[in-house]
Structures are given as structure tokens and as C-alpha cells.
């Protein structure tokens, strides 16, 4: 997946909940929990159960059947707007289907017991912490991305560097998964910097901002490696869209 390896984190473990789920594809989604990164603390529930006891809280990650009728995800989504800790909810569906609203993403149904220890992995990574770096000479525009990215359906850990340089710099020495990285900067672009991330730290993802309406700069930084680009102004939902490219859930 397009996010790097776990990093030191505070999670002794993870309680994650299936609902509606049953046969070989439940038995494949247990053995894919047991061979987790991190222990995980398993529950499986029929849906009128199971949406009771996402109510009472404790539960980090849920992932709902697929084939549930949609009155039934969504109430399995309103069962935690009250809850101080609220999970993130997963979708099993089929490829190209829609993600109903309000779900953190869509996982698709393991063929085998690898790809069922792949999904678990993916819902794992969403709890842990994201470091992400932003990196854009103004301040004012560094505080307005800080706003966007804290709006976003993920938690990210934010940090801010004012110029290309010192941002490589510090990726040496940090450990960090992404990088949201200003084109336009004094010195070196936004592009140069990209290659030399690339080069030196190739497992940090790469997302380009830029207010041009040059296509040319998109590509460049596509060629060079980059997750994503933005064009200013950006929104919550654009970063949700390039975050479910970098967990792996766009199904």
C-alpha cells in the first residue's frame, strides 16, 4: 500500500468489530486478524447486535458486509455520532462501487488469506499515527493547509517546514509518510525537491500544491513520483480522495 511501514506508535492494541459478515469469507477475515502487526481483539456480530454494541463505544475499526442494505450502514454510522471516540467505519464492496457517506473507506472482499491479512493491515495503518509534513514559504498558506488536512476524514500528525531544502533535511533525520510540497518557492521548485525525496527517501509519499493552471507542472510531478497534485484552492475532499489512493482503499 502506498503508506510506509509502521512507525513507533501508543497503540497496545486495536479492538476492530465485522458485522454481517459469515462463512469462509468470515473464517478468511479471522485468520487475516491473527496475523496482524499489532494485536487486534476480534468480535463478530449479526447486524441489529452488532449495531448495539458499536453504540456502547470501544470499538476502533469496524467493517461492514458489503451486501447490508444501506439503511443499515447508516445506522450503523449514526450509532457512534454520540460517542467521544468515535471508529473508523470500513465497507466491504465490490470494485467501482460508490462509498456511502459518512464511511471512512471501501475494502474489497479478500480472495485468500494473504490479501485478507493485506486488508487488516490497512485498516490497522488508519489508527496509527500518520506524520505529514507541509512544506510552502508562507506561513499564511502553511496554516490554511494545516486547517484543510485537519478537516480531512484521516488523522494526520502535521508538521510544517518553510523551505525545500530544510524539509529534505529533516526527512533525513524524521521519519515521515507524506509530504505536502509547495511547487512555487524561492530557490529550488517544488519539482527539484520532489526528485530529491525521491532519491534519498523514495518510501515518503509526495503530494505537489500549486495555484498554477500549468498541466506541464502536473505532469512533471507525476513522472517524478508524486502521489497526487493540488491546485489552490483545495478542499477537505480532495485530500480524503488522495489519502484513499495512499491507505489503499480506492476500490
Known amino acids: 500500500m502506498g503508506a510506509g511501514a509502521p512507525m513507533n506508535h501508543e497503540f497496545?492494541?486495536?479492538?476492530?468489530?465485522?458485522?454481517?459478515f459469515?462463512?469462509?469469507?468470515?473464517e478468511l477475515w479471522r485468520q487475516g486478524v491473527a496475523l496482524a502487526s499489532i494485536p487486534v481483539d476480534l468480535s463478530v456480530y449479526d447486524t441489529a447486535p452488532g449495531i448495539a454494541?458499536?453504540?456502547q463505544g470501544g470499538v476502533d475499526i469496524c467493517v461492514l458486509d458489503g451486501g447490508l442494505p444501506d439503511a443499515v450502514k447508516q445506522a450503523a454510522l449514526a450509532s457512534t455520532k454520540?460517542?467521544?471516540s468515535?471508529?473508523?467505519?470500513?465497507?466491504r464492496a465490490a470494485r467501482g462501487a460508490a462509498m456511502p457517506a459518512g464511511m471512512t473507506g471501501m475494502l474489497t472482499k479478500p480472495v485468500d488469506v494473504a490479501d485478507a491479512h493485506r486488508l487488516v493491515e490497512l485498516c490497522v495503518r488508519t489508527k496509527l499515527?500518520?506524520?505529514?509534513?507541509?512544506?510552502?514559504?508562507?506561513?499564511?498558506?502553511?496554516?490554511i493547509v494545516r486547517?484543510?488536512?485537519s478537516a480531512c476524514r484521516f488523522q494526520l500528525e502535521l508538521h510544517e517546514s518553510e523551505e525545500g531544502l530544510a524539509a529534505l533535511e529533516r526527512l533525513r533525520r524524521e521519519p515521515f509518510d507524506l509530504v505536502f510540497l509547495d511547487y512555487n518557492m524561492p530557490g529550488f521548485d517544488g519539482c527539484e525537491i520532489l526528485s530529491e525525496i525521491k532519491r534519498e527517501v523514495p518510501q515518503v509519499a509526495v503530494v505537489m500544491m500549486t495555484a498554477t493552471v500549468d498541466t506541464e507542472v502536473a505532469d512533471r510531478a507525476a513522472a517524478?513520483?508524486?502521489?497526487g497534485f493540488l491546485r489552490k484552492p483545495f478542499y477537505p475532499a480532495d485530500i480524503d480522495r488522495l489519502l484513499d489512493r495512499f491507505y489503499g482503499f480506492a476500490v
Open 86 to 91: 468515535r471508529p473508523y467505519l470500513f465497507v
Open 129 to 143: 499515527p500518520t506524520r505529514a509534513l507541509v512544506v510552502d514559504d508562507s506561513s499564511t498558506m502553511r496554516g
Open 82 to 84: 454520540a460517542l467521544r
Open 53 to 55: 454494541a458499536l453504540a
Open 147 to 149: 486547517k484543510i488536512l
Open 224 to 227: 517524478l513520483g508524486a502521489l
Open 22 to 26: 459469515a462463512g469462509s469469507e468470515l
Open 12 to 20: 497496545v492494541s486495536l479492538n476492530m468489530m465485522l458485522i454481517g
